[in-house]
């Protein structure tokens, strides 16, 4: 008997590699003694998992959760964060335009901020359409359509030269770029299980909120040097840096489409270097090896598309995602925190330059404190939560799963989660209260910018927390889970923004931002809820959706008993 590498027992060339060799008693003697040196080993592992149970869990049959190697992964991840990182910018770049917009069109403050409501309503209705498209025809197709319609918006933009028209392109730019922030969640969750979501979740929340850290820069320098219109074409070079790689090498994902990654996918989710490839190859493959070959490329795709039908994409799915009582109260607290975010980044064009009279440029550099701050917290999160899953895993004894994916039924993620949630929540809604009085003092600009990266720190840092945790709670469709998120954070960010003007002029920053603060320590109540009952709902949801799904597999089956019965009944006939 012989010791492998990591210490366990390999008996497989003692009894199994050329026989069994020797006499009976000796046969009978080192059973007896592999038996007992197994028990004395599963003992030392039971001891061992209790400091390492990731390590040392038990091995798990099955198929792997994903067959995308980790430089894969890295390369999907960077270029879906690049798409997710486009999003936000088209939103931020805008900022410093405000003003110079407003002028050259001669409508009010109100009227232009009118064009950040209607974004930011567009933002939260497009991905209902992206995301269910993206779960049941696949993330290529949901990325290239979206990447299409934004081209065509910002040409437009660049073009226009009144304010109609600038007010409804901006809604079809929205349209474009706000499924990418929901694709790029989808993306995650087919490559990565949930004990380490986290760090990929954590690159692409950082790729997110680089946008308000860099986008009002660069929108102030070329607002201030070559005028706004050159943001709209800037916008355009940055999307097109996107889509040809995009288009040519990033492999499809999407679970019903791929599977783990294994199952070959279909023509128009190919990408074009594949595409080329497999020209080539049936070229100088004989014909019974390429029959072969397709014909396993075949039975597989059929096999994942009796899942799924392709179908116009069903923004209700989306509805009923939002009703779920677990989904709710996280989504609900998720669009408050948004909201107090989206506020202060709407407030700082007028405020800066009736209180420090900034032009373009100061207003734009003004920015990059808080988009910082964003960044260092998404990244630093995804590292935090991994940390927390694997605590939490070993608390409850329950073994992680890296290669086959965690089985959360029996795991209490929205612990796993939340725990780590209130120190943002304190600290961030802290920092976004004394804002507002910083502002209302006509403090020093120093104190301000301080403020506004520790904003960008610790509410974004929950922010990030509350969507992965709705990731987690959907991972059969999370760009559809995504999309919910967004279209409730986005109605309600849509309306404040819309009274951020007004409430500011009607009560001072101070009490403005005092009452917001307020209004997001008040709801604190929906986390305790998620906390205590969360576990419940979502083990109904699930035994509901385990429930239809086995109805569902019933009739398909009786409707494929029925149509084998009539073509007997045909052949008989005939």
Same mark, same amino acid.
């Not at 489409?257 to 074009?272: D, H, Y």
């Not at 405020?351 to 734009?364: C, E, K």
């Not at 939490?392 to 086959?404: G, L, M, P, S, W």
């Given at each position: 008997?012989?010791?492998?590498?990591?210490?366990?027992?390999?008996?497989?060339? !003692?009894?199994?590699?050329?026989?069994?060799?020797?006499?009976?008693?000796?046969?009978?003697?080192?059973?007896?003694?592999?038996?007992?040196?197994?028990?004395?080993?599963?003992?030392?592992?039971?001891?061992?998992?209790?400091?390492?149970?990731?390590?040392?869990?038990?091995?798990?049959?099955?198929?792997?959760?994903?067959?995308?190697?980790?430089?894969?992964?890295? &390369? #999907?991840?960077?270029?879906?964060?690049?798409?997710?990182?486009?999003?936000?910018?088209?939103?931020?770049?805008?900022?410093?335009?405000?003003?110079?917009?407003?002028?050259?069109?001669?409508?009010?403050?109100?009227?232009?901020?009118?064009?950040?409501?209607?974004?930011?309503?567009?933002?939260?209705?497009?991905?209902?359409?992206?995301?269910?498209?993206?779960?049941?025809?696949?993330?290529?197709?949901?990325?290239?359509?979206?990447?299409?319609?934004?081209?065509?918006?910002?040409?437009?933009?660049?073009?226009?030269?009144?304010?109609?028209?600038?007010?409804?392109?901006?809604?079809?730019?929205?349209?474009?770029?706000? /499924?990418?922030?929901?694709?790029?969640?989808?993306?995650?969750?087919?490559?990565?299980?949930?004990?380490?979501?986290?760090?990929?979740?954590?690159?692409?929340?950082?790729?997110?909120?680089?946008?308000?850290?860099?986008?009002?820069?660069?929108?102030? #320098?070329?607002?201030?040097?070559?005028?706004?219109?050159?943001?709209?074409?800037? *916008?355009?070079?940055?999307?097109?840096?996107?889509?040809?790689?995009?288009?040519?090498?990033?492999?499809?994902?999407?679970?019903?489409?791929?599977?783990?990654?294994?199952?070959?996918?279909?023509?128009?989710?190919?990408?074009?270097?594949?595409?080329?490839?497999?020209?080539?190859?049936?070229?100088?493959?004989?014909?019974?090896?390429?029959?072969?070959?397709?014909?396993?490329?075949?039975?597989?795709?059929?096999?994942?598309? !009796?899942?799924?039908?392709?179908?116009?994409?069903?923004?209700?799915?989306?509805?009923? #995602?939002?009703?779920?009582?677990?989904?709710?109260?996280?989504?609900?607290?998720?669009?408050?925190?948004?909201?107090?975010?989206?506020?202060?980044?709407?407030?700082?064009?007028?405020?800066?330059?009736?209180? &420090?009279?900034?032009?373009?440029?100061?207003?734009?550099?003004?920015?990059?404190?808080?988009?910082?701050?964003?960044?260092?917290?998404?990244?630093?999160?995804?590292?935090?939560?991994?940390?927390?899953?694997?605590?939490?895993?070993?608390?409850?004894?329950?073994?992680?799963?890296?290669?086959?994916?965690?089985?959360?039924?029996?795991?209490? #993620?929205?612990?796993?989660? *939340?725990?780590?949630?209130?120190?943002?929540?304190?600290?961030?809604?802290?920092?976004?209260?004394?804002?507002?009085?910083?502002?209302? !003092?006509?403090?020093?600009?120093?104190?301000?910018?301080? *403020?506004?990266?520790?904003?960008?720190?610790?509410?974004?840092?929950?922010?990030?927390?509350?969507?992965?945790?709705?990731?987690?709670?959907?991972?059969?469709?999370?760009?559809?889970?995504?999309?919910?998120?967004?279209?409730?954070?986005?109605?309600?960010?849509?309306? /404040?923004?819309?009274?951020?003007?007004?409430?500011?002029?009607?009560?001072?920053?101070?009490?403005?931002?005092?009452?917001?603060?307020?209004?997001?320590?008040?709801?604190?109540?929906?986390?305790?809820?998620?906390?205590?009952? /969360?576990?419940?709902?979502?083990?109904?949801?699930?035994?509901?959706?385990?429930?239809?799904?086995?109805?569902?597999?019933? !009739?398909?089956?009786?409707?494929?008993?029925? /149509?084998?019965?009539?073509?007997?009944?045909?052949?008989?006939?005939?």
């Amino acid at each position: 008997m012989t010791m492998a590498q990591d210490g366990r027992v390999d008996d497989t060339r !003692k009894v199994t590699a050329g026989g069994v060799h020797g006499t009976p008693n000796q046969m009978n003697s080192d059973s007896a003694n592999l038996q007992s040196s197994e028990n004395t080993l599963m003992v030392e592992d039971q001891q061992d998992g209790a400091d390492d149970l990731e390590e040392l869990g038990a091995v798990t049959t099955g198929p792997v959760y994903s067959t995308f190697s980790f430089k894969q992964k890295a &390369y #999907i991840v960077s270029i879906v964060t690049f798409a997710a990182f486009i999003s936000p910018t088209s939103a931020n770049i805008y900022f410093p335009a405000l003003n110079p917009i407003q002028d050259e069109l001669h409508v009010s403050p109100t009227l232009i901020n009118l064009t950040l409501t209607s974004y930011m309503i567009f933002q939260g209705l497009a991905p209902t359409v992206f995301g269910d498209l993206a779960d049941m025809a696949g993330r290529r197709p949901a990325y290239i359509l979206a990447f299409i319609i934004y081209l065509g918006a910002n040409i437009g933009l660049a073009l226009q030269d009144s304010y109609v028209a600038l007010f409804v392109l901006r809604c079809l730019q929205s349209s474009g770029s706000s /499924g990418a922030i929901a694709l790029g969640y989808g993306v995650v969750a087919d490559i990565s299980t949930s004990s380490e979501r986290g760090k990929y979740m954590g690159i692409l929340g950082a790729g997110t909120m680089m946008g308000p850290a860099i986008g009002p820069v660069i929108g102030g #320098i070329l607002t201030q040097f070559l005028g706004w219109r050159s943001l709209f074409w800037f *916008l355009v070079i940055i999307a097109t840096l996107f889509l040809i790689p995009y288009v040519l090498t990033v492999p499809e994902t999407g679970r019903n489409v791929v599977g783990n990654g294994s199952v070959p996918p279909q023509g128009w989710n190919l990408t074009l270097l594949k595409w080329w490839h497999l020209r080539k190859e049936e070229k100088f493959e004989n014909e019974l090896s390429r029959s072969a070959t397709a014909e396993s490329r075949r039975v597989a795709q059929a096999e994942l598309a !009796k899942g799924r039908s392709l179908r116009w994409p069903n923004p209700l799915k989306t509805i009923y #995602i939002v009703i779920e009582k677990d989904m709710a109260v996280v989504l609900v607290y998720n669009a408050l925190l948004y909201t107090a975010f989206y506020d202060m980044v709407a407030s700082v064009p007028q405020l800066f330059l009736n209180i &420090y009279g900034f032009n373009d440029l100061q207003i734009g550099l003004c920015y990059l404190p808080f988009g910082v701050g964003c960044a260092i917290a998404s990244y630093v999160n995804g590292r935090i939560l991994d940390f927390n899953y694997k605590r939490v895993a070993r608390q409850v004894n329950f073994t992680i799963d890296r290669k086959h994916g965690d089985d959360l039924r029996k795991f209490p #993620i929205e612990r796993a989660r *939340l725990e780590i949630i209130w120190p943002f929540i304190g600290l961030g809604l802290s920092c976004v209260l004394c804002y507002g009085w910083v502002l209302e !003092k006509k403090g020093h600009l120093a104190f301000t910018l301080i *403020l506004t990266f520790l904003i960008g720190l610790f509410v974004n840092g929950a922010f990030n927390i509350l969507s992965t945790l709705v990731v987690d709670l959907y991972p059969q469709s999370p760009s559809t889970a995504t999309a919910a998120n967004n279209l409730v954070r986005c109605f309600m960010g849509a309306g /404040g923004t819309a009274t951020i003007e007004i409430m500011v002029h009607a009560m001072g920053p101070g009490w403005c931002f005092t009452l917001i603060a307020l209004i997001c320590v008040a709801a604190i109540p929906l986390l305790l809820v998620e906390l205590k009952w /969360g576990p419940t709902w979502r083990e109904e949801r699930r035994a509901r959706t385990d429930k239809r799904d086995e109805d569902k597999r019933k !009739k398909q089956a009786a409707q494929e008993r029925v /149509g084998e019965h009539s073509g007997v009944v045909a052949e008989n006939k005939r």
